[in-house]
């Protein structure tokens, strides 16, 4: 029943133009060999996913209402991993009523709003089912022959669902550990431990190369010109942003803005509670349950905290869809200490309290408009909202109000490359060749990357007589060409330009 009154309207939701046509209309599906080939080797969206793109794709299979069947698949993923949850826990020896408060109170939470009502947190959803499975399978027996295989396939889905996955075996190491009372110093077991999934760990490390080889610019379209010390910082950064996310979701919406710069006593209370944290998990005495869960919520943090950039932002709902789960099981673990009955009935009324919040929540996702309008409630000054808006007033054909929307974002940053192309694209309407060619110079700053940038430059440096700069570009968008078409694209302008130079 609470289900039904929380996500009763999650089918009726739209499509959103936030990565989700991506995924689900600009895909070519023609099922043969072409298709299987790009599956693999192509990224969509700047990431390398296949398992969860091939989800996408079987939806759109039914052209016919489609959009509601994604929203009901990822409200059926969610459902299924409490399930799976509940399996897992009790093959840890937790008592039923633990396990079933537990995974409620995390299936209600607010925070996993994102990744449930939004169609492209598919990938979120695909990589705690086969993670929770291998966790779950790992804790029942993980010795013979026939379970590590399943195992290892469980985790190759996982990393192809999402690569942050590639921490898993890390966390199924952690997980035997525990199960044994072993200790993380003990280098005794944690050797056997990495010994017995050796294979797995050969698989993230191969998965990784794959990635990066497969990914632009290493899955970041926006070139990362941070140093050392200032990933480290915003890493801590993330790590108190995400917990106090998690613990007063009252303000969630979704484009949270990287810090400028993280004062040292962010830095210094970031990575003392890393520490903590980690020394926590180590402690024999901590109940299993809370050990794993603090593994968990690390762990699975890490690939996201930014140290290397793998997405547009360093804290996200979607990010803490597995680690909210450890966090959700620190809670759990340590109020089971409780008599059984104030433990239910406490936990029955967190879990309503966070029901009413997802409720509130799920209905800034209803539309695009809902999703930007409520960052800019939030945050009025955000640049990327406001480029955002900018690009649904220019679809309904408000170009006035999109332009002034535009300007507002370059005002706050003036390197937004959605304002930036945008607005270069709105002057070569006009013909105003000039006014664009500068808007694209900043654009080719960020997506540098990008063949299309350079072939849009190159055009308006020759329409401005600039045919050195215009020759420059064409070369430099040929050196970016990923696809056939591309290439053949910029060889027959760079030709173009000999002939009309002639």
């Known amino acids: 029943m609470l289900v039904v009154w929380v996500f009763q309207d999650l089918t009726q939701f739209q499509l959103l133009l936030y990565d989700d046509v ?20 192509k990224p969509v969206v700047n990431l390398w996913h ?18 509601w069947k994604h929203h009901a698949l990822n409200l059926l993923l969610h459902a299924a991993n409490v399930v799976l949850i509940i399996w897992w826990l009790r093959q840890l020896g937790l008592a039923l009523y633990v396990a079933l408060a537990v995974s409620l109170l995390w299936f209600f939470h607010p925070v996993l709003v994102e990744p449930v009502a939004w169609v492209s947190g598919r990938k979120d959803l695909l990589v705690a089912l086969f993670s929770i499975l291998a966790l779950g399978l790992a804790a029942k027996s993980d010795d013979g022959i026939k379970a590590r ?25 952690f997980q035997s550990l525990v199960v044994s009372n072993k ?15 050796g294979e797995l760990f050969l698989l993230s490390l191969g998965i990784v190369l794959v990635t990066l080889m497969f990914q632009a610019d290493g899955g970041q379209a926006v070139v990362d010109a941070r140093t050392l010390p200032e990933r480290l910082a915003s890493a801590l950064w993330a790590v108190l942003r995400s917990l106090k996310l998690w613990v007063m979701p009252y ?5 949270y803005d990287d810090p400028e710069h993280v004062h040292v006593v962010f830095v210094i209370a970031g990575l003392m509670t890393v520490m ?3 020394l926590l998990a180590c402690w024999n005495r901590l109940p299993l349950i809370v050990r794993i869960g603090l593994a968990l919520f690390l762990l699975f943090l890490l690939p996201t905290m930014g140290l290397v ?32 009955r104030v433990f239910v009935l406490l936990f029955m009324f967190l879990t309503l309290g966070a029901a009413v919040f997802t409720k509130y929540q799920r209905q800034h996702w209803r539309d695009t408009r809902a999703v930007f309008s409520r960052i800019l409630d939030i945050e009025p000054k955000h640049s990327y909202a406001l480029a955002q808006m900018g690009s649904l007033e220019r679809i309904a054909g408000n170009k006035e109000l999109a332009q002034n929307y535009f300007l507002k974002a370059l005002g706050e940053d003036a390197g937004s490359p959605i304002a930036n192309w945008n607005l270069g694209d709105m002057e070569i309407e006009e013909n105003n060749y000039a006014a664009a060619y500068k808007h694209y110079l900043t654009l080719a700053k960020l997506w540098g990357g990008e063949a299309w940038v350079h072939e849009n430059l ?10 050195a700069e215009a020759k420059s570009h064409a070369e430099r968008g040929l050196a970016c060409a990923k696809t056939p078409s591309k290439l053949n694209d910029l060889e027959t302008l760079l030709q173009d330009f000999e002939v009309r130079k002639r």
């Open 309 to 340: 950039r793998a997405g547009n932002h360093l804290v996200a709902d979607r990010y803490l869809y597995l680690p909210g789960l450890g966090l959700t099981l620190v809670l759990g673990g340590i109020l089971s200490l409780l008599k059984p």
């Open 276 to 278: 903590a944290l980690g």
């Open 149 to 173: 295989m399943v195992i290892f396939f469980l985790v190759l889905a996982a990393v192809c669902s999402k690569p942050v996955a590639v921490v898993l075996p890390a966390v199924l190491v």
């Open 251 to 255: 303000d969630l919406h979704t484009a």
């Open 458 to 467: 190159a055009k308006l440096a020759w329409n401005l007589q600039l045919y």
């Open 22 to 41: 991506d995924y689900v209309t600009h895909r070519k599906l023609g099922w043969n060999l072409v298709y299987w080939i790009d599956l693999i080797s």
């Open 183 to 197: 200790n993380a110093w003990d280098r005794a077991a944690l050797y056997q431990g990495f010994k017995k999934h």
């Open 50 to 67: 296949p398992a969860t793109v091939l989800s996408h794709d079987i939806c759109a299979l039914w052209k016919d209402g489609y959009s």
